[in-house]
């Protein structure tokens, strides 16, 4: 079976197909309180199973979260992409990123390149992001996007989300 994920580049980034070099980066940000407001912290066996369901949702969906890489040095930075999981609402841009990609607008660049290939490529009809409340770091990027606080979801495990609409282009 050949899989293509597609690599996008910005300015400074490179979106690209997750690689074994970089489980330890993810595993290192899986294994952090950074990760409360997605599921973790978690144990290196857990975060090696979410690892390989980025692959899987490439797989199954025809989209899915890019590892997100420096340019320059191919340095992983965190996980930026498309996300739509079996009990989600619709498909999210959905943003993680790591410790040494903190604080550099790595999340924004990432996410406003997967929004680009979401509706230019993917002809996708709308997207969303999904923050908890508390997420205030994930709130101000969503808007910092353009996108608008349209609703609350209420997933059954993880609680009440806020659900950020993200502008078509031309809409």
Not at 67 to 77: F, I, S
Request: aromatic share 12%; charged share 25%; proline share 7%.
């Amino acid at each position: 079976m050949t899989l293509l994920i597609p690599t996008l580049t910005t300015n400074r980034l490179t979106l690209r197909a997750p690689q074994m070099q970089d489980f330890e980066a993810y595993a290192e940000f899986r294994a952090t309180d950074r990760v409360k407001w997605q599921g973790g912290p978690n144990t290196r066996d857990e975060s090696f199973d979410r690892f390989c369901s980025v692959i899987g949702m490439w797989h199954l969906r025809g989209f899915g979260p890019w590892l997100v890489a420096d340019k320059e040095t191919n340095t992983a930075l965190g996980l930026v992409g498309l996300f739509y999981p079996e009990d989600w609402p619709e498909p999210e841009i959905t943003w993680g990123v790591f410790e040494n990609g903190e604080g550099r607008g790595v999340a924004f660049e990432a996410a406003v390149e997967t929004r680009r290939y979401a509706y230019d490529v993917l002809k996708m009809p709308a997207l969303v992001s999904l923050t908890m409340p508390q997420n205030e770091r994930s709130r101000r990027l969503a808007q910092r996007m353009g996108a608008n606080h349209e609703s609350d979801f209420h997933h059954p495990s993880i609680g009440l989300l806020n659900v950020w609409r993200h502008v078509p282009p031309n809409g």
